[in-house]
């Protein structure tokens, strides 16, 4: 038995989760997850409990992720849009533990892609951290963890790195948020994967083991034994997960820009990805 608890994002098969792709659910214990990632980008598709009930006949646990719209900006510009980034993201919240989640994670501090004129003031980081702390003291009494994702700086103007990512952790200072890493980003924004991932380790709540090009782990440039060695020496025993975004419709693949195949398929890339970090964290866990 590995320490690690390894998630496969449903984004591998589908890019739009209802109760007609339930069926993900047996497939990522098929493929040996322990988690399946749940995308609640379009909330109002999501039904928790079918997704609930399917969970606990496969035997496998739920988390889940988003990114943060235009509409539902918590550092958006006027109130009504952080009101509504706080409504959007209590939803969430409620759909992770109506499902029987504990994790709810991803681009929660901002709307993906937003770009503004300048370096961000302070008025941004008080924004999300104001509507992130009200959305955590929500999510406390229904046992969940909201994460903040660092991803790259094409993709989002405050949260880059885990030190950022740590910094918004305690502007909002609520112990139910946590950080979540992603490699494919690091390898853009970090000096190093090792010393973010140790930093990071004892407040990680998800880890997307992305690789540099998002194709199959173990085929790029991510230095995945910095990263097992770093979660090895910390001795982190919660999620990491996979993302595939290889198989899914042409709007995805311009949403994700995968303007060409990395890896033969999402099967292939996450029955050899997910054999490869295995025999890493068996090299890196004593
Ligand atoms: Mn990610």
Redesign the pocket.
Known sequence: MGQLKYAV?AYAWTNSWSNDTLDIIDKAKAHGFDLVEVPLMEIDKVDAAPIKERALAADIELCT?TACSKTTDPTGDDEATRAAGLHYLKQCIKATADMGGSVFT?VTYSEIGRKITGRPGEEYWDRAAGVLKQAAQYAQDLGVTVGI?A?NRYETFLINTGDQALELMHRVDEPNVKV?L?A??MNIEEHDFYSPTLKCAPHLCHY?L?ESHRGTPGTGVVDWDGIYHALGTANYTGIVGL?SFESVSPAMAAATCMWRSLSESSDALLADGLSYLKTLEKKYYA
């Open positions: 994002h992720s991803g994702e991803i979540h992603d494919y980003h997307h992305s993302e």
